[in-house]
Structures are given as C-alpha cells and as structure tokens.
C-alpha cells in the first residue's frame, strides 16, 4: 500500500495524499486513504484517484452519480495495469450494486413504498400520494 501511495504521489505531484476515516476524493486535490482493513484497500485507493483523474465531482441526480461512479470504476481499471495491480470486476460491481441498493432505497415514498422520480434538481415526487423528499447525499 505505502509502496503504491508513493507512486501515485511521484505520478501526481500536485496530489495531497493523506491518512483519512475512509477512502475519499475531496476536490479540488485532497486524495484520502484508510488503514482499516478493507478487502482491496489498493483498488479503493485507485477508484479515488480515478474520480480525481475523471474530474467530474457534480451530479445532479442519482442516475448521474452512478454514471460518475462507473466511470471512475472504468478509470481504476487503467490505472491497474500503470501500476501493476490486478484489477477484481466482482468486487467493482459489488460496490456499484451497494451504490445502486442505496439510491433505490432512498427512491421510496416513506408512506406508499412506490419509488418517487428525480426532478432536474435531484429532489424525489411521489407518482401516488404527491409526497416530495430530498435525495440523500453521498460521498464518494
Ligand atoms: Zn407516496
Ligand atoms: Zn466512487
């Protein structure tokens, strides 16, 4: 891990690379890692370098953040065979599909349990009962 983080530190000067409570990208520059003992500690790392690398950090609706989080998966790719790490689609996809479970959860009405749709400003209207609700925000 230390040994990546000093690669990615020489490929990307510019970078602040630093201990952090999880794996996050923090714009403009600010790349945080943990030293918890996560599964694919170097791929998260990669991730958050891809979103870093992608430079799209504005979304404005759910379907929009996953794209952003598909693309960074897509990124980390790349950025496995630069740095010689092997790539793990399954645990890619599971993180996509935990993404995908959450949004689908806070797409329901909290009254009809139908799912609500997505204005252009991100908040939910309930088809059924009119109900609106904010979207949630994640951190990537
Ligand atoms: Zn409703
Ligand atoms: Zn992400």
Redesign the pocket.
């Given at each position: 891990m230390q040994n990546l983080i000093s690669k990615i530190a020489s490929d990307h000067p510019e970078l602040e690379i630093e201990l952090g409570e999880r794996f996050q990208?923090t714009p403009p520059n600010h790349l945080y890692y943990s030293d918890e003992p996560y599964e694919y500690p170097e791929l998260l790392l990669l991730?958050?370098l891809?979103?870093y690398l992608i430079g799209e950090t504005d979304y404005s609706t759910d379907i929009e953040l996953l794209e952003?989080?598909a693309k960074?998966?897509a990124k980390a790719r790349e950025l496995c065979e630069h740095y010689k790490i092997e790539y793990d689609e399954d645990f890619a996809e599971d993180?996509l599909d935990s993404y995908r479970d959450f949004l689908h959860q806070a797409s329901l009405c909290k009254t009809c349990q139908l799912s609500g749709y997505q204005d252009d400003r991100g908040n939910y209207h309930c088809p059924l009962c009119g109900a609106s609700w904010k979207r949630k925000n994640i951190k990537?």
């Open positions: 990208f991730h958050e891809g979103h952003i989080e960074a998966w993180r990537f």
